[in-house]
């Protein structure tokens, strides 16, 4: 009986060390706050949002939009991202930032944010897309004029070369 005891007491102290360190790990932290956001949904999603805006803004790509998002899914995917977000997220934040954030996410408002996220993103892709080209009169006008003004300095340049 005795052994069993001790084996039972070596496996906590083994666990409660796992569990220490990797509470003090950005990297562990960081990849616990990917999957508390669901980082693998959100991505899917906003592959699919970004994809459908696309379309609706340039309706020659529908053609291509099968091609375009087995692509996108392949290299946009999270398995694909995941050890570079890693990275970023443990690069940004200490591990208790993301002890803290991580907390947030388990809460009924961080759980929303996470559901709005792709939505949120994709309004706010349109509303940029809409300002834009509200004024894409003034934007070509000043390529226009950055235009000229580059001809002019080249013909500058060759005027002085001879």
């Given amino acids: 009986m005795k052994p069993i005891w001790r084996v039972a007491v070596v496996m906590m ?8 360190r990797a509470a003090g790990d950005p990297r562990g932290e960081a990849e616990r706050l990917l ?29 291509y939009q099968q091609v375009m998002s087995q692509f996108l899914h392949k290299h946009m995917s999270y ?4 050890p570079l977000l890693v990275d970023m997220y ?7 930032e993301l002890q803290d954030l991580n907390a947030f996410y388990q809460t009924p ?7 709005l996220m792709p939505q949120l993103t994709a309004q ?4 940029g897309a809409a300002k834009v080209q509200q004024n894409i009169a003034e934007l070509q006008q000043m390529i226009a004029q950055e235009d000229a003004r580059l001809k ?11």
């Fill in 124 to 127: 706010g892709a349109k509303l």
């Fill in 90 to 96: 443990s690069e940004a934040f200490t591990a208790q």
């Fill in 35 to 63: 999957d508390s956001m669901g980082m693998a949904q959100v991505l899917e999603q906003s592959i699919d949002q970004m994809l459908t805006l696309q379309v609706q803004q340039n309706p020659a790509m529908a053609p």
């Fill in 13 to 20: 102290m083994m666990m409660t060390t796992m569990v220490v």
């Fill in 152 to 162: 002019a300095l080249e013909g500058d340049s060759e005027g002085h070369a001879h």
């Fill in 109 to 115: 408002t961080g759980r929303k944010s996470i559901a």
């Fill in 79 to 82: 398995t694909s991202l995941k």
